[in-house]
C-alpha cells in the first residue's frame, strides 16, 4: 500500500509547483492600439515641405471701388418734382433717380425744332435748285452751294438731337435725372421740392457699384519694407469676423499722409455676394514668400509641454508615437519644422492631446 502512496505524493507536489510557477510568471504587456471610437474621431495631416511665408497685420477700412463710382451731377436748374431713391438703395443703369421741372428745357426744344425746320428748308432748297439746273435756269455752283446749306443743316441737327439726348428730353420741361451704371446709392444731396440751380457745383447723388470693392490699409513707416506689390491678403471686417476674403496687393500708393503717417495700400476683393460694405472697418492680413523651404504641419496637431514641443505620428491604429520637433516658426495655421519628421509622415491634428496623455501614462 506504501508503494503506491509515494508516487502520488511524489506527482501531486509536481503539479502543484508548477501551477505556482504558472501564476508567478508575469504576462507580456499589452501594446497600445486606438480605439474604434478614438480612430474615427482623429484628423490626419501629412508633413509637406512649403515655401517659408511670414504674415503680417494691417488695419484700414472697405472702400467703393473708384474706377465704378459716379457722381451724378443735375444738368439744368429747376425744382424737383420728385426723388425716387434713397440711400442704400441699388439701382439699375438707366433708372429715373428724380424728375426736375425745369424752364431750361424749353431752349433745348427750341433749338431741336428750328434745326427741323432748317433741314426741311435746306432740303427744299437743294430740290429745287437741281430742278432749276436740269432746265438751266442757275448754274452748278448754285446747286454746289444748296448741298453744303443741306449738310449745315444736318450738322446741326445731329448736335440738337445730341444735347436733347443728353437732357432727356422728351415732351413738356420735364428733365429725368438716371443712373449712368447699375450700383448702389451711397450719397444723396436732393429731396422732393428742393430749387436746384442752374450755377450748382454739387453733385445730387453718388452711385457705387460694388461687385468690386477695395481694401485699404494704412502701413505704417516701419513696416513699409514689409510689403510690395501682388502679395496675398485676407481680410476680414467687423460685421463678418468668421468670413475671409482673399485678394492681392495692387497698388501702392507711394504718399505718406502727415496726419497718420502711415502710407495706404490697395487690395481688389470680389464682392459679388455684397458682404463687403464701403466704409466698414477691416483687418488685413498680408503674407510674403521667402526662398527657402521647410517641412510643415498644421499648428492644431502641435503639443506644448515641459518647454518643448510635440505631434503624433500614425503609422496605424497600433503604430502611434509620440515625437518631439524642433519648431522654426509658427505663421498662422502652419508650423514650420526645423529637427523630428520627415515629409510625407502623417500626424494627428485632432484628439492628439488624448492620445498623448494615454501614451504617457
Not at 51 to 66: H, P, R, T, V
Not at 103 to 113: H, I, P, R, W, Y
Not at 318 to 330: A, F, G, N, P
Amino acid at each position: 500500500m506504501k508503494t503506491y502512496i509515494i508516487p502520488i505524493v511524489i506527482a501531486l507536489s509536481v503539479l502543484s509547483c508548477s501551477k505556482k510557477q504558472e501564476a508567478e510568471q508575469p504576462q507580456a504587456k499589452k501594446g497600445f492600439e486606438l480605439s474604434n471610437t478614438m480612430l474615427h474621431s482623429i484628423s490626419l495631416a501629412k508633413v509637406e515641405k512649403k515655401y517659408i511665408e511670414d504674415d503680417y497685420n494691417f488695419y484700414g477700412k472697405i472702400s467703393a471701388d473708384k474706377n465704378s463710382y459716379i457722381d451724378v451731377y443735375p444738368l439744368v436748374g429747376g425744382n424737383v418734382l420728385s426723388v425716387n431713391v434713397e440711400l442704400g438703395d441699388y439701382v439699375r443703369k438707366g433708372q429715373v433717380l428724380a424728375t426736375i421741372r425745369s424752364t431750361e428745357l424749353a431752349e433745348v426744344q427750341k433749338d431741336v425744332s428750328d434745326a427741323k425746320t432748317d433741314l426741311v428748308v435746306a432740303q427744299n432748297n437743294l430740290r429745287v435748285a437741281k430742278e432749276m439746273y436740269e432746265g438751266k435756269l442757275n448754274t452748278e455752283r448754285d446747286v454746289l452751294e444748296a448741298k453744303s446749306e443741306l449738310q449745315k443743316a444736318q450738322d446741326q441737327m445731329q448736335r440738337a438731337n445730341a444735347v436733347s439726348t443728353v437732357y432727356s428730353v422728351k415732351k413738356g420741361n420735364i428733365y429725368s435725372v438716371v443712373a449712368p451704371i447699375s450700383g448702389y446709392i451711397v450719397q444723396k444731396n436732393i429731396n422732393k421740392d428742393m430749387q436746384l440751380r442752374s450755377d450748382r457745383s454739387d453733385n445730387i447723388f453718388d452711385v457705387a457699384n460694388t461687385t468690386n470693392v477695395w481694401a485699404i490699409m494704412n502701413v505704417n513707416e516701419s513696416d513699409i519694407d514689409k510689403i510690395s506689390l501682388g502679395m496675398k491678403a485676407q481680410v476680414s471686417t467687423l460685421s463678418y469676423p468668421d468670413k475671409v476674403f482673399d485678394g492681392k496687393i495692387d497698388k501702392i500708393f507711394k504718399i505718406i499722409d502727415p496726419e497718420t503717417n502711415a502710407m495706404q495700400a490697395r487690395v481688389v476683393l470680389d464682392n459679388q455676394s455684397g458682404l463687403l460694405i464701403p466704409e466698414s472697418k477691416a483687418t488685413i492680413k498680408v503674407t510674403s514668400s521667402e526662398n527657402t523651404t521647410a517641412l510643415t504641419v498644421p499648428s492644431k496637431g502641435v503639443i506644448f509641454d515641459d518647454n518643448r514641443s510635440f505631434v503624433i505620428v500614425y503609422k496605424s491604429r497600433t503604430d502611434v508615437k509620440i515625437r518631439e520637433i524642433k519648431v522654426l516658426k509658427q505663421v498662422g495655421d502652419i508650423t514650420y519644422i526645423s529637427e523630428g519628421l520627415s515629409e510625407g509622415e502623417q500626424v494627428v491634428t485632432n484628439n492628439q492631446l488624448l492620445i498623448y496623455r494615454s501614451l504617457n501614462n
